[in-house]
């Protein structure tokens, strides 16, 4: 943003001084200015009473006078021009000060009708921006679909809006209304599975009942093939995941992030297929492992096709790439826990799959706890800690024992930072209603 600013600054006034350049040459000629005209109708006056005397005297015949009185006149004339133009630069050096003024103002007023000021904007702040224009955008759409309900398109339109808005349960309402087109449409019935595994954190019996009713429809659906494969390798079932994504890495560009991330993931599948399966992911510590969270908790082995961007170079530093701080209980909620109650820690993208990135459990009784999250504890192939641009650290004391959100949970999460970050400090203060 400073950047920005000088340069922009440093324009106007390169502009300015080009513009400025014949004043400054004027401004030396309008010193005698105003002593011009006085000083030019003297030295006509004394000429012309020196041409009266020697026509008394008789020097100078009648003629002769009457011509030497239309020349004096004409050179008054045309000195009288000569002093207003000199006159004028005192007016052209007002106007170059207007100018001067005006430029800039005239420079800032354009850009801030044809440019883009937000984009000079931090990140995070542009981020609220759009944020809140979605939303306002999205409650327009919300009251034209109450007066207009009988518009099966604009319900997919607004129960994607809300999806991306992470308003699960509004998404789930909007995607009901679109009556009976939802059921024949694959990709309408993929869409749900997959908000039913972002609203879960894992796929329940209506997200597989979802999806398989869409490859039926259409065996080649690349959202339902992505969805398949990553339901069947968290419940175990190696082959059949090979089989899912075996199919839908041909329908993805080749060499493409999402092509590679299929390809890391089949690789895994038909490793682990062949090896009779395995832990998931071991990393050092209490690591989230297939034992841990339940295997329908892992969902997303790789991006959405066609959706999810990777970085353009993925950071190798290992330090570079790990999360590291202190989780805490607050005081308030230490009676609400039990000293065995189970403690998930785990990093998300903050613009991304809800599928944890890296993740450790432990209990209650090892709080205040220090902890260290990097890309040995990934829960899923191809979805790494190193891969993502923001990260938010979440907390979570189950009741039950499960990753999935439950009633009565404890929960604390970081604000979003980058891979690499160190001495956060997470307070588990909030009760999942």
């Known amino acids: 943003m400073t950047y920005f600013y000088l340069a922009a600054t440093t324009l106007v006034v390169v502009a300015l001084l080009l513009l400025l350049r014949p004043w400054w040459r004027s401004g030396r000629r309008v010193v005698s200015a105003d002593f011009l005209p006085v000083l030019n109708t003297a030295i006509h006056r004394d000429r012309l009473s020196e041409l009266e005397r020697d026509h008394a005297n008789g020097t100078l015949s009648a003629a002769d006078l009457a011509e030497a009185r239309e020349e004096l006149q004409r050179q008054l004339l ?37 440019g883009t000021p937000a984009a000079v904007l931090p990140g995070d702040v542009q981020a609220q921006r759009a944020m809140a224009d979605m939303e306002q955008l999205t409650a327009k759409l919300a009251q034209k679909m109450e007066q207009n309900p009988n518009n099966p398109e604009g319900w997919a339109m607004l129960a994607r809006s809300y999806k991306s808005l992470g308003r699960w349960d509004d998404a789930e309402r909007a995607y009901g209304r679109i009556g009976p087109d939802l059921d024949r449409n694959a990709e ?5 599975a997959e908000l039913l595994v972002q609203k879960h954190n894992g796929f329940d019996a209506r997200a597989r009942e979802l999806i398989q009713k869409a490859l039926r429809l259409e065996p080649d659906n690349m959202l339902a093939l992505f969805l398949g494969g990553g339901e069947a390798f968290g419940a175990g079932r190696y082959a059949a995941a090979a089989e899912y994504w075996s199919r839908l890495l041909p329908r993805l560009e080749p060499g493409s992030e999402d092509a590679r991330m299929v390809e890391s ?169």
């Not at 309408?188 to 749900?192: N, Q, S, T, Y």
């Not at 109650?341 to 998300?348: G, L, P, S």
Request: glycine share 12%; aromatic share 2%; charged share 20%.
């Open 78 to 114: 045309d000195d009288t021009a000569a002093a207003e133009v000199v006159t004028s630069d005192g007016a052209s050096r007002r106007g170059g000060i207007v100018l001067a003024v005006l430029l800039p103002l005239c420079a800032v007023g354009l850009y801030a009708m044809l």
């Open 188 to 192: 309408l019935l993929a869409e749900v």
């Open 265 to 433: 993931s089949l690789a895994m599948a038909r490793e682990r297929s062949a090896g009779g399966g395995g832990k998931l992911a071991p990393g050092r510590g209490d690591v989230l492992s297939g034992t841990a969270i339940p295997q329908d908790e892992v969902h997303r082995g790789v991006a959405k096709p066609g959706t999810e961007k990777g970085p353009a170079q993925p950071v190798t530093n290992a330090a570079a790439a790990s999360l590291s701080g202190r989780v805490e209980l607050a005081a308030a909620l230490k009676g609400k826990a039990g000293p065995e109650d189970v403690v998930f820690i785990f990093a998300r993208a903050v613009d991304g799959p809800r599928m944890p990135l890296a993740a450790i459990r432990s209990r209650v009784a090892d709080l205040p706890l220090d902890f260290l999250l990097d890309d040995s504890q990934a829960v899923m192939p191809g979805s790494k800690l190193s891969s993502a641009h923001q990260v938010r650290v979440e907390v979570r004391i189950s009741k039950t024992g499960s990753a999935m959100p439950g009633k009565g949970d404890l929960t604390g999460k970081s604000a979003a930072v980058k891979p690499g970050a160190k001495g956060l400090r997470i307070v588990i203060d909030q009760i999942e209603p």
